[in-house]
């Protein structure tokens, strides 16, 4: 059995308002067994992912407060209840069979979005025109922005949030997060330049040209310390516009003795320029980092 096109399976809600669409999928999260009786709550669920999926709602939005970032959570509501909506279905590509309730993508080549064997872009994330996914993976509420490249077993996770012209290089790991509805995804904003191996979770924001070297691990308690000044300076959760970041560790005591615990270091930044490929590349000369 080919498993369908969700956009084609449903009927869809129409023009239906966002604010209508999220009022019945806030109603449908208070109360789950409303899917099995009620068509419009089920309508607005799967509408929602087919918005997802098209680009026109975003899990997070860039907004003008100290924050940086707005997160829908009531998205993250709509994905999780689509899951019980979608039925389990056995589909093959080639030789290779696969039983599963969300289908890959379609509608790649309209898009002009280059995915190579066996990259896969699960339906109801949106990839902006002219990204590259390499044999990586997007998951469904994930966006990924224009000229940015998936490189090789790259991974995407679910509701995170990538920016243009980004590059994840290989194994790159961005974590996903469906609840607590309104937790903050994954962020990695325009212009970054994640190396390989590293790993970004529990929804930690990589601010704009932000240069990680290969084999960062950040995670919401990661000390990530700026040791750029006489005075080190100490961060958690964010990384800084243009920032240039290498794995460090540093002492801790515990009962048992004084070990090592990996943190991250801010050893320098990028300079300002319009060219941001050569800015890159300079940067990576300027402080040897490996990526």
């Not at 999928?25 to 669920?45: G, Q, Y």
């Amino acid at each position: 059995m080919t498993m369908q096109d969700p956009s084609r399976a449903y009927m869809r809600s129409g023009d239906a308002a966002v604010a209508d669409l999220r009022a019945l999928v806030d109603e449908a999260a208070k109360d789950p067994s409303v899917l099995k009786t009620s068509d419009p709550h089920a309508r607005a669920v799967r509408e929602v992912i087919y918005r997802l999926d098209q680009g026109e709602l975003r899990v997070a939005e860039r907004s003008e407060g100290p924050e940086r970032w707005r997160i829908n959570g009531w998205l993250q509501q709509a994905i999780n209840l689509y899951f019980g909506l979608a039925p389990l279905e056995s589909y093959q590509a080639g030789e290779i069979e696969f039983h599963d309730k969300i289908p890959p993508k379609h509608g790649l080549a309209q898009a002009g979005v280059r995915v190579v064997p066996p990259g896969v872009v699960r339906y109801g994330a949106h990839v902006e025109k002219g990204a590259v996914v390499m044999p990586g993976y997007v998951n469904i509420g994930a966006r990924v922005g224009a000229g940015t490249m998936v490189d090789t077993w790259a991974t995407v996770g679910s509701c995170a949030q990538v920016g243009r012209g980004v590059h994840l290089s290989g194994g790159v790991g961005l974590g996903g997060v469906l609840e607590p509805a309104g937790a903050r995804p994954v962020i990695v904003e325009d212009g970054c330049f994640i190396g390989s191996r590293c790993i970004i979770v529990e929804g930690v924001l990589v601010e704009e040209e932000a240069v990680l070297g290969a084999g960062v691990v950040l995670t919401a308690s990661t000390p990530i310390i700026d040791v750029t000044a006489a005075t080190e300076q100490k961060l958690q959760g964010r990384i800084p516009a243009r920032s240039v970041v290498i794995p460090g560790m540093r002492p801790r005591k515990f009962p048992a003795g004084e070990y090592l615990t990996p943190c991250a270091l801010i050893i320098g930044k990028r300079s300002e320029s319009t060219d941001r490929k050569t800015t890159l590349n300079q940067a990576l000369r300027d402080f040897g980092v490996s990526v």
